[in-house]
């Protein structure tokens, strides 16, 4: 008996043991009795996630990606039966991260409307480290949105944290009716801590600050409606009072949300148009950018939380991410370039390149997997970092708008 019927019986016969886990022992066994050649063939056909396990050693370093594969699994399929909602059209958006002087930002703005981009888009920092020296946001997104025609402006995303909402509101609202209802408002709970602490900012609890946000969104949008407001939070009290200006798009600008825990997801999805995936865990306070939360099971499990808190509006979201895109006919070569860059050791180079957040190859095929990511996933507006813009220039004239 060889070991691939050895361990097919095996699995069979283990009953009460984890179907998810006994495959991917048996398919680890495979592993030590396929040839390269065999391995070469089945590579292509090897999308359930268990199966690029089967291409490493099964070590140390990576029985963590072992078991956390199997125990996705199981989600990953439930996932896949859900994801039936209508596609969305592609937009494609522009994060900037270099920012100097008005000449500088002015032909930024147009380059990115000319490339056919949707949206340009800026953090919300004081600090230089990790993203570099950045202007103000809104009054930098004004002078964006003065210098185009088209191109919608946005935040990715503003810390709740650094302004009241009663500002924020007039803000926000301002910078829409100058802009001809062109603006859109990316929203979060913070989680710099460093920041806070050189800005001299309490930096509360993950669920004190989630909690502040949720009750922000409610005095936005009150403050947006007609009518004066009346709010009584644990966080904000607001007596009769009437926003102004009012907003042109109603009955809001695009309003969303970026999260990546549970709560923060399900908050997203009851009151975002928009959700923003993030793929690293902030929750600490310190930026941890872990691989195995990237690849596409995980990812799966987080949309899975947002329909179920969403309900029945699930299908009027936007799913949104920040996407790594690499430009490369060799797609194999610069994965393992970014697994190094990124100290991911612990992946297969076919999870990098099945990463939803990871975009690399040709422009066709660069094409194909947006595509099929977003009739498996749902997502369908994207964004790249100013330094890739033209690297994804010609998948965003091919794709943006088409349903």
């Known amino acids: 008996m060889g070991w691939v019927e050895f361990g097919a019986r095996l699995w069979q016969a283990a009953l009460p043991a984890s179907a998810s886990l006994w495959r991917g022992l048996i398919l680890l066994i495979q592993r030590d009795v396929w040839t390269d050649a065999t391995r070469a063939v089945r590579a292509p056909h090897r999308q359930r996630l268990p199966l690029t396990i089967a291409g490493n050693k099964f070590n140390s370093k990576n029985r963590r990606a072992f078991l956390d594969t199997c125990r996705y699994d199981e989600v990953d399929k439930q996932a896949e039966k859900e994801m039936t909602m209508k596609p969305r059209p592609f937009r494609f958006g522009v994060l900037c991260e270099q920012m100097d002087t008005q000449r500088a930002w002015v032909d930024k703005a147009r380059q990115i409307e000319e490339s056919g981009y949707a949206t340009l888009l800026i953090r919300d920092h004081f600090v230089r480290d990790p993203f570099g020296d950045q202007f103000a946001p809104l009054v930098a997104l004004m002078a964006a949105a003065g210098a185009t025609t088209r191109l919608r402006v946005g935040t990715l995303v503003l810390d709740n944290d650094y302004r009241h909402p009663v500002l924020l509101a007039k803000e926000a609202a301002t910078l829409d009716v100058l802009s001809h209802g062109r603006f859109e408002l990316g929203l979060g709970a913070g989680w710099a801590k460093h920041e806070y602490e050189q800005a001299g900012l309490p930096f509360d609890a993950p669920g004190v600050r989630v909690s502040r946000l949720e009750e922000a969104l409610q005095v936005l949008k009150g403050l947006w409606a007609p009518g004066p407001l009346t709010f009584w939070g644990t966080h904000y009290t607001i007596d009769h009072l009437e926003g102004f200006p009012k907003p042109v798009q109603q009955p809001h600008p695009p309003l969303l949300v970026g999260a990546r825990g549970k709560r923060m997801l399900a908050l997203a999805g009851r009151q975002a148009s928009s959700i923003g995936f993030l793929m690293g865990d902030y929750s600490t306070g310190v930026a941890v950018d872990d691989p195995l939360q990237r690849v596409g099971a995980a990812v799966a499990e987080k949309i899975a939380w947002v329909r179920q808190a969403a309900g029945a509006r699930f299908d009027d979201l936007e799913l949104s991410m920040v996407l790594t895109a690499v430009r490369r006919e060799d797609q194999h070569r610069a994965a393992a370039e970014l697994a190094a860059e990124r100290g991911w050791s612990s992946i ?56």
Do not use: C, N, W
Not at 359 to 373: D, K, P
Not at 375 to 401: K, N, T
């Open 348 to 403: 297969a180079t076919e999870q990098l390149l099945e990463m939803p957040s990871v975009l690399i190859g040709s422009v066709e095929q660069m094409v194909e997997r947006l595509y099929q990511r977003r009739e498996r996933y749902g997502f369908s507006y994207y964004i790249v970092a100013d330094q890739s813009m033209h690297a994804l220039a010609p998948v965003v004239a091919q794709l943006a708008g088409k349903a």
